[in-house]
C-alpha cells in the first residue's frame, strides 16, 4: 500500500511555522495577492452581442467577452443539439476579447459561453448568451389580431401567427422588448395551414405596439424564418374613450340647439318681413 502524501511526523512548532512559510511560498501566496489562487474564486466573465442578440442572417456580429487584467487567453462555444463545441480561441491578453462573426448563417445560431485563463487556472462559465438568426427560411407567415388592431384597455387581444409551411413552432415579438417572446407550438388547422394563437389577457396602453411573428423548427430553435410583416396593436384607455364619447354627445348637442336657434330666428325674420309687406300695402 502507498503511503498517504498526509502522513507525517508531527512537527514542533518551530518547525510548523516553517513548514506553513514554505508552503506559501510554494503556492505563490503573499499578503496581498494580485489574483486568486483557486480557478473557482475567478470572476465569471460576461458575454455581450453586438449589435444584438437577434440579428437578420448576413449582418456582422460582434460577440465580446469581458473577463480580468490578468486574463491571457479566452475560449468561445457554442451549445447546438445538447453539445458543447469549442468555436473559436483568442489570444487576446487584458480584461476583454472580442469574437467577429462576418456574416452570421443558419450555423451560428445558438446558445454562446464563453471562459478565459489566467495563470491560475480558467474561470467558470460565462451566462448563456442566445444568438437568434432570422430570415434563414423563406417562407414567412402572417401575423393578424382578433378581434382587431385596435381595442380597449381591459380587453383580450388574440394574436394569430400562420403559414403553409410545416414549421414546428412559431414565436411572436415585440420591437424594443426583443427578450420578452411567445412561443407555441403550430396546430394544423382544417383548411391545411399551420398556426398558433397568442391570447394577450386584459391588455393595457402599454401593451400597443408593433408585433411580428416568425416560425422555427424544433431541431435548431435559435434559427428563425423570414418575420411575417408588421402589425401594430393599439390599445385605448377606457377612461378616455368614455371621455371622448362624452365630448362628441356634447358636441353634438350643441350643434343640434345651434340649429333650432337658427330655424327660430329666420322664422321670425320671415314673420316680421311678412308684417312688413302687408302695412306696406
Sequence with gaps: ???????????????????TFTVLICLGLSVRPRIPVLAGALPKPIIKAEPSSLVYRGIQVSISCMGISDAWRYLLYIKKFDHRQHKQTSSNHGEKAVFLISSVGKHDGGQYSC???TTVGWSEYS?????????????????SALPGP?????ENVTLECFSQEEYDRFIVTKEGEQRHFMSMKSQKTSVGQFQALFVLSSVTPSSSGTFKCYG???????????????????????ETQDHTVENLIRIGMAGLILIILGILLFESWHSQREIHHSTER
Excluded: C
Aim: hydrophobic share 35%; charged share 20%; no cysteine.
Design 1 to 19: 500500500m502507498w503511503p498517504s502524501p498526509y502522513t507525517q511526523l508531527q512537527p514542533q512548532r518551530g518547525d510548523a511555522m516553517a513548514f
Design 115 to 117: 471562459i478565459y485563463e
Design 127 to 143: 451566462d448563456i448568451l442566445e444568438l437568434v438568426v432570422t430570415g434563414i427560411f423563406d417562407s414567412k407567415p402572417s401575423l
Design 150 to 154: 385596435g381595442v380597449t384597455s381591459g
Design 216 to 238: 422555427y423548427y424544433d431541431a435548431n430553435p435559435q434559427v428563425w424564418s423570414e418575420p411575417s410583416d408588421h402589425l401594430e396593436i393599439r390599445i385605448s384607455d377606457s
